[in-house]
């Protein structure tokens, strides 16, 4: 089993080794950049929109959304109003981050915005002609880091008034979901969801991975992973640990349930360097799993 | 160490002397009523920038002993939270020069926004959440509830 996994680790690897090609454009008045494999396969390509971080930017990711390009995927990620790097003109710190600390207070109004340049961009890519016939709308996945995990985890359906149709998948990176979680609308997700979390990140992780928390209150299909001595900023630049485990629970999820390749062995699979992996799905149940004793 | 003097230069007095602020032998380094939340960030920065001294991670045990009950049930014992920290929060450990933005306070609730340097020249931004204490043995001490990095666009990471 363990040689299977290292040699499915290789594959993904291999995949990533080709090069993305990267491109900053205005879309109207927002800034968008998108990465598409430098040799696309034949056929129209899969598509992830990437939401970033409360005063992160388009780019603060850029190592994980350019391999998920060199993967097959055509990935578009826009420059919120609140982005505060590579463009972004809003001050990183300018005290709306107290609203964070009363998530009972959010509604569906609260950063409303973003859902909006979801929309916006997805519209627009439709009638851009370097994109309309490379594009495959039908086969579309939301990535999240932070409030961008909130952005996503809304738009699949945890604001009933943003659901987006057409989400095959929403992978959620340290998401900010207290707002869906103290108020428990993430039974509307729609869509299968991979939570992504660090052990070390304290603000974000205890509040999707308790009892009753964002994992467990969001329907099946599943996945929690958590990193171990990871914090919130694993999946961004701003971090410099190897964090290639990240890629490659990434990438078994999206070919999965946005892809619709068949299941490969690591979504049910801990890795070393995963602290939890958690799943419920047309693949099992690790908690059912756990409480029969098996182990994984 | 270019960059750094470059951002002094550029920020001139916006560029808080954390050292001088908080070297007056008055100051204690313990949570205490009299401490106001932006005292108990700084007096946690100026320990961080000298982590080891007088002794190794010296420092954190400033920190930690700022470290509100509700933080010290995720992050501790102080062991735990050394190596917690040098694992994931290294960036804040001996950093060259830290800015501090205004203050925003809510209620008994208040956060501070440090952008430093660290010990390599690369620039990281966290805010810092606080909140007063209510009960007893630190009932209207200001203490750290915990502390947010924050992206920015920099490459430092490869997959």
Redesign the interface.
């Known amino acids: 089993m363990r040689l299977r996994l290292l040699i499915l680790l290789s594959c993904l690897f291999c995949a990533c080794a080709a090069q993305a090609r990267e491109q900053t454009f205005k879309l109207g008045s927002m800034q968008v950049t998108a990465w598409s494999p430098d040799q696309p396969p034949p056929g129209k390509l899969p598509v992830l929109i990437f939401s970033h971080g409360l005063h992160g930017c388009d780019v603060q990711s850029r190592a994980l959304t350019q391999a998920f390009a060199t993967a097959g995927y055509l990935v578009f990620a826009p420059n919120h109003r609140d982005a505060s790097c590579n463009g972004g003109t809003t001050p990183w710190f300018e005290g709306t981050e107290l609203m964070f600390l009363h998530p009972e207070q959010w509604t569906e109004a609260t950063y409303r915005n973003r859902a909006d340049d979801v929309r916006r961009l997805i519209a627009g890519l439709y009638d851009d002609e370097r994109f309309r016939d490379r594009a495959d709308w039908s086969r579309l996945g939301l990535v999240g880091h932070s409030l961008g995990g909130y952005t996503a985890l809304g738009l699949a359906g945890a604001w009933p008034a943003w659901k987006l149709p057409g989400v095959k998948a929403v992978l959620a990176l340290a998401p900010y979901s207290h707002p869906f979680t103290v108020q428990r609308t993430l039974g509307g997700l729609g869509v299968p969801v991979m939570y992504q979390c660090g052990e070390n990140d304290f603000a974000i992780t205890p509040i999707v991975a308790q009892a009753g928390g964002s994992y467990e209150q969001s329907p099946q299909p599943k996945y929690y992973v958590e990193f171990a001595a990871a914090g919130h900023l694993i999946w961004t630049n701003s971090d410099d640990t190897d964090r290639r485990a990240v890629l490659a629970y990434s990438l078994a999820f999206l070919n999965h349930y946005v892809k619709g390749e068949p299941a490969n062995a690591l979504l049910t699979q801990r890795l070393s360097g995963v602290a939890q992996l958690r799943f419920a799905s047309e693949l099992g149940n690790s908690d059912a799993a756990a409480a029969n004793g098996e182990s994984r | 160490m270019r960059f750094a003097r470059t951002l002094q230069l550029l920020l001139g007095a916006a560029l808080l002397p954390l050292a001088a602020a908080t070297s007056a032998a008055a100051t204690p380094r313990h949570p205490d009523p009299r401490l106001d939340p932006a005292a108990v960030v700084r007096i946690q920065l100026e320990a961080l920038a000298h982590n080891d001294k007088p002794s190794a991670d010296a420092g954190l045990g400033v920190v930690f002993s700022f470290a509100s009950p509700g ?1 010290r049930e ?2 501790g014992p102080l062991e735990h939270f050394v190596a ?1 920290i040098h ?3 290294g960036q804040l450990l001996n950093y060259r020069s830290a800015h501090l ?2 203050l ?1 306070m ?1 209620d008994d ?1 208040a ?1 501070q ?1 440090v ?1 430093l340097v660290d010990r390599k020249g690369q620039t ?2 966290f ?1 810092f ?1 606080l909140s007063r204490q209510t009960e007893p043995p630190y009932a209207g001490c200001w203490m750290t509830d ?1 502390v ?12």
């Open positions: 933080n995720h992050t917690m694992a994931t929060y933005s205004k925003v809510q609730q956060l926004g952008e990281a931004r805010v959440v915990g947010l990095p924050q992206p920015d666009d920099a490459d430092k990471q490869e997959m």
